[in-house]
């Protein structure tokens, strides 16, 4: 099969990604042919050197990066001769995008394969582009009778009305209580993420968080156990004569942060930020619980392909609360999505080999839909 995988993306998780598609490529089974394409911070897209790829395969040092030399270019509409590069197609079967955040998982780059007529791994348009806003994960996890843990949103629209977003603060303050957890509603990693004790710290926050969106939530900050779940699976198509569309849930697994939260560095920059807990520290009916919820939720978005479905778990009341859904999950060598599959019996590699003929059975299954009289 012929496999382009994309990276790095226009998003405050660029240099995440180089790491993710990495472990990816140097996992991927050798009956696969794999072709690189880079995206810069900018949103050029570039075709990788071959080379590339067998590095990665014997120098487990070796990162992907970006060489802005061989512009490529999308034809809407070519299929499979879509994706070109020197005035040469780029062979491809299917598109492996491990770009995280804006640009990326929002909808926006499988709006372009999809107009291109190319398949591709992951979440479709819609449930990427919801997923990626939490405010509306809430609305539509709230929908479907799933716990969500308390929140006011605050737009840029109130900001640049000051009466509104004073009420819109101090409605926050009032029905949450301190502390507050303050994020950015469309970001990832936890960037512009961060807690306030009081007032000074809440205006100090929110001002972080709009550097990075237009809309902040303004969350109650529950003392609670981050607990996350690995989903695969076609929520919309899938078949009993294709098992890699069925919905399967791997883990869940435990996030034992060092940090005062899961922040970006300890996700990412610091080796020792976080235990990683597989299984979970939950007895037996929790964890099953937290897999039918993680099920629950991923069908509620309308998901495919594989998400990582995150949650809180209250101390003292254990009550369990779905926070978010990331439908392009890191696959660094310390991300949580590989490890719960694989602790589940799935090796790396079986994970990919999943994750593409999942994406070539909806491309499949989207293909017989009308489009014209």
Not at 150 to 174: F, G, L, M
Not at 216 to 224: M, P, Q, S, W, Y
Not at 254 to 269: G, L, R, S, T, W
Request: proline share 5%; hydrophobic share 40%; with cysteine.
């Amino acid at each position: 099969m012929n496999v382009v995988v994309l990276y790095g993306g226009r998003s405050g998780e660029h240099e995440v990604s180089l790491v993710s598609a990495s472990a990816v490529v140097r996992n991927m089974s050798a009956e696969h042919s794999v072709s690189l394409i880079s995206v810069s911070k900018e949103g050029r897209w570039y075709l990788e050197d071959a080379s590339n790829v067998e590095r990665l395969k014997k120098d487990d040092a070796f990162v992907l990066s970006i060489h802005e030399e061989h512009p490529v270019s999308v034809i809407p509409g070519a299929g499979a001769k879509a994706l070109v590069a020197d005035g040469s197609v780029i062979p491809c079967d299917v598109v492996f995008p491990v770009m995280h955040g804006t640009y990326s998982e929002d909808g926006t780059l499988q709006g372009l394969l999809e107009m291109a007529g190319i398949p591709y791994v992951g979440c479709g348009v819609l449930s990427s582009a919801v997923t990626m806003d939490k405010e509306i994960t809430k609305i539509l996890l709230k929908a479907a009778g799933l716990p969500v843990v308390p929140y006011v949103c605050i737009t840029r629209a109130d900001v640049n009305d000051s009466a509104r977003y004073d009420a819109k603060v101090q409605e926050a303050v009032q029905t949450l209580g301190f502390p507050l957890f303050v994020k950015p509603s469309s970001a990832g990693s936890s960037d512009g993420a961060s807690k306030a004790e009081n007032e000074k710290e809440l205006s100090v926050a929110l001002m972080e968080a709009f550097q990075w969106d237009n809309k902040a939530l303004v969350e109650k900050a529950i003392d609670a156990r981050e607990v996350e779940c690995s989903v695969t699976g076609n929520s919309i198509t899938g078949s009993p004569d294709i098992p890699e569309t069925g919905i399967n849930a791997y883990g869940p697994g435990e996030i034992v942060p060092k940090h005062v939260f899961y922040d970006y560095d300890a996700k990412y920059n610091d080796p020792d930020g976080a235990e990683l807990k597989i299984p979970a520290l939950l007895d037996a009916e929790n964890l099953k619980k937290v897999r039918k919820l993680a099920c629950q939720a991923y069908r509620a978005v309308d998901a495919s392909g594989l998400s990582r479905v995150d949650f809180f778990v209250e101390r003292g009341s254990g009550d369990i609360y779905v926070n978010e859904i990331n439908t392009i999950p890191g696959f660094t060598g310390i991300s949580m999505f590989p490890k719960l599959c694989i602790s589940d019996g799935l090796a790396f590699a079986k994970i990919i080999d999943l994750l593409l003929c999942e994406a070539r059975a909806r491309f499949a299954e989207r293909s017989r839909l009308r489009t014209s009289r």
